[in-house]
């Protein structure tokens, strides 16, 4: 494949990656998944951005996408652009199109990834260090031997492990979740990657160690200033970490901000209900919120807008065609009607009631 | 780890002597003596002379007689006298293992060295043309019965073609020498070891399939891409030591497997074999051949599954024993 089919420009030379429209689909015996369906958004460098939504919604597959990790051959990305700005090469390429040996040149040494569940990550039947080692010898050719076994021993000692040495030669069965997560950052960090996908790091661990792995990963950005694209259902994750958040719904982003947008003034009724579904402390209720409903069957998605039959405000003209994004502010994007420029008063309220 | 196996092989002998137990059993309980078989059709034998060949034999006393008799003589290294061959039974196993041997052998080296490969490009490529092709000829060769097998086989490469022998072990007209005698050999172990090889490797290589699935869908194959490691060495490192643990454990107990098969291709091809004598043995009532045989077997069924059970702990670092 020629390098131009690839190589691209970045639209802002500030940002590390731009999704633009990403359309990744499952093609299923029982029909066309559209996990994700025209996605876009930006990654600044040195910056946080959280992905938020329900099981299911996309966020995943968006990251997967990014590594082109997608189980093919029924997982592919169908459209759009997923521009990279290879620093280390001065250019931009377009993940989606890039050649997967050139793809693998960019995982795990210029975009790294941290993964859900750190008991099943590792592979049981090498050791600590050697799966470490295997990361920086793979995009560090030329280091010896001798270099990259103290190198890792440093990542390790990096990540808040006492007794690295010991760990370096332990298979993975032998450490608990939270230190096994602490490896899985070590071995995304060994090769000083630009972005950082860590997807729902958190979730399989116990509520003190949760608060050590997030610390943990904002001191490393700081430290190697890598921008991470936090994917997360937790709320309270995401407004300790990010600096702008995406939400997202049945494959397509509904609302996304700053932080302080979406935390002091969403807008988009999903939002609004997953605020209001998080818990807080010293607050007596009787029982917590949720959003009434399922989400929609992804094979066969409706034509109006997605959370229409879950809305508590849903007016008329949510029948209508899909929303699209309409910028409120200048960094505040939402999907909703209820939002639109025209005066919204005019229109009947049909929803209100669960249903 | 030493302790385990010490405390297997204790466990060991328990088992061969309920084994022991179960073989003589079986063996004198089978109607038809090796009295009555010799001397079937033969009218000018009374029933006082079989009485007499009786007791030369040790087959007047009772069961329980008989077996202790066995067991004394069996612990001291002695397995008696074949009654067909008229020598000790160790004599004859340690004389024909070695066909046996080879056969079975060769035919595992075969099997493992096409069931591995095959099986893990089946499980690459899941639901393709390739994949179900390798599947539906693996299926095949389990269906196939390896009478009929040998029999189809004989019939295109001896008798149309001319190109292998038909059946024995070597060709005993030509009186080769030296390498002329061991490729001479290995030329009529082709057929028997392709019947082996085809009708056993399905089993094998489905197990390699499933296993692999199986771990090409685990998170530490997507963790291995994920750091840049090239496909072929996430295949080939990370995916194939995972895909070992179970086939060891397979593989282990498919040694006697092959012995006791071979029963019935050794006869087929005429191969002097243990397992062609083991057949002639049950026909005619040989009870020391019999047990001798059968406990070979079962040795071989427990160094099987200890030598599985050790390269266990060899391939899978969360295997301990203690």
Not at chain 2, 40 to 51: D, F, L, W, Y
Not at chain 2, 197 to 206: A, E, F, P, S, Y
Request: aromatic share 8%; with cysteine; charged share 20%.
């Amino acid at each position: 494949m020629p390098e131009s089919d690839y190589v691209t420009s970045m639209k802002n030379p500030s940002n590390i990656i731009e999704f633009d429209n990403l359309q990744t689909y499952f093609y299923t015996d029982a029909g066309t998944v559209k996990a994700v369906d025209g996605v876009s958004f930006d990654i600044p460098m040195g910056k946080t951005i959280g992905v938020v939504g329900e099981s299911g919604c996309g966020k995943s597959v968006t990251s997967l996408s990014l590594m082109r990790l997608l189980q093919g051959p029924q997982g592919q990305i169908a459209g759009g652009q997923l521009r990279y700005n290879q620093i280390s090469r001065k250019r931009a390429v377009d993940i989606a199109k890039i050649p997967i040996k050139e793809m693998q040149k960019i995982r795990g040494n210029e975009i790294a990834m941290i993964f859900q569940e750190p008991m099943t990550t590792l592979n049981p039947v090498f050791t600590i260090g050697s799966q470490i080692d295997e990361c920086i010898l793979m995009h560090n050719p030329k280091i010896s031997r001798k270099e990259v076994k103290v190198h890792s021993v440093e990542m390790l000692k990096l990540v808040g492990i006492a007794r690295a040495e010991g760990i370096y030669d332990s298979y993975p069965h032998e450490l608990s979740g939270g230190m096994r997560q602490r490896v899985v950052i070590a071995m995304a960090l060994s090769c000083n990657p630009q972005l950082i996908i860590a997807d729902e790091p958190t979730t399989a661990l116990d509520v003190t160690i949760q608060a050590q792995i997030l610390d943990l990963l904002r001191g490393l950005k700081d430290k190697i200033n890598a921008s991470i694209m936090l994917i997360t259902h937790d709320l309270g994750v995401v407004a300790e970490m990010a600096d702008y958040v995406v939400v997202m719904y049945a494959g397509r982003i509904v609302e996304q901000g700053t932080a302080d947008d979406i935390f002091n003034k969403p807008m988009h009724p999903y939002t609004i209900g997953l605020m209001k579904s998080k818990p807080v402390l010293n607050e007596q209720v009787e029982r917590l919120y949720s959003i009434p409903g399922n989400v929609p069957n992804p094979i066969n998605l409706p034509p109006h807008c997605y959370f229409k039959n879950r809305c508590e405000k849903c007016v008329e003209i949510c029948s209508g065609v899909y929303p699209e994004l309409i910028q409120v502010t200048s960094t505040h994007k939402v999907s909703c009607y209820l939002h639109a420029k025209p005066d919204m008063s005019k229109y009947r309220v049909i929803g209100g009631k669960r249903l | 780890m030493r302790q385990y196996i010490v405390r297997r092989l204790f466990i060991s002998i328990i088992v061969l002597f309920g084994v022991s137990v179960m073989l003589y059993l079986l063996g004198r309980l089978t109607p038809g003596d090796y009295v009555t078989s010799i001397t079937a059709g033969n009218p000018n034998i009374t029933v006082e002379m079989q009485e007499r060949m009786r007791e030369v034999y040790g087959l007047d006393k009772g069961i329980v007689e008989g077996y202790l008799n066995w067991l004394w003589d069996a612990l001291r290294g002695d397995f008696g006298l074949s009654f067909l061959y008229q020598k000790p039974v160790t004599e004859i196993i340690m004389r024909y293992v070695p066909i046996t041997f080879t056969l079975a052998f060769s035919a595992m080296v075969f099997e493992i060295l096409l069931a591995i490969p095959f099986g893990i490009i089946a499980a690459r490529k899941q639901y393709s043309r390739t994949d179900y092709f390798i599947v539906a000829v693996a299926l095949v060769g389990i269906s196939l019965p390896s009478f009929f097998f040998a029999a189809i086989l004989k019939r295109i490469f001896a008798i149309g073609l001319g190109v292998l022998p038909l059946s024995g072990m070597v060709n005993a007209r030509a009186g080769y020498t030296g390498w002329a005698r061991i490729a001479d050999i290995g030329k009529h172990l082709v057929l028997p070891v392709t019947v082996f090889v085809v009708t056993g490797v399905g089993g094998l290589l489905r197990y390699v399939r499933t296993n692999m699935l199986e771990v090409l869908n685990a998170d530490y194959v997507r963790t291995a891409r994920a750091k840049g490691v090239p496909e072929y060495k996430v295949i080939g490192k990370h995916a194939f030591r995972n895909t070992l643990i179970p086939i060891v454990t397979m593989v282990g107990n498919m040694i006697p497997g092959l012995f006791s098969g071979a029963v019935i291709t050794e006869g087929i091809f005429s191969l002097e074999g243990l397992g062609n004598i083991a057949i002639k043995a049950v026909q005619s009532g040989d009870i020391p051949y019999l047990m001798g045989f059968n406990m070979f077997i079962a040795v071989l069924t427990i160094i099987g599954t200890l030598i599985s059970d050790i390269l266990y702990a060899v391939v899978d670092p969360r295997v301990r024993y203690s």
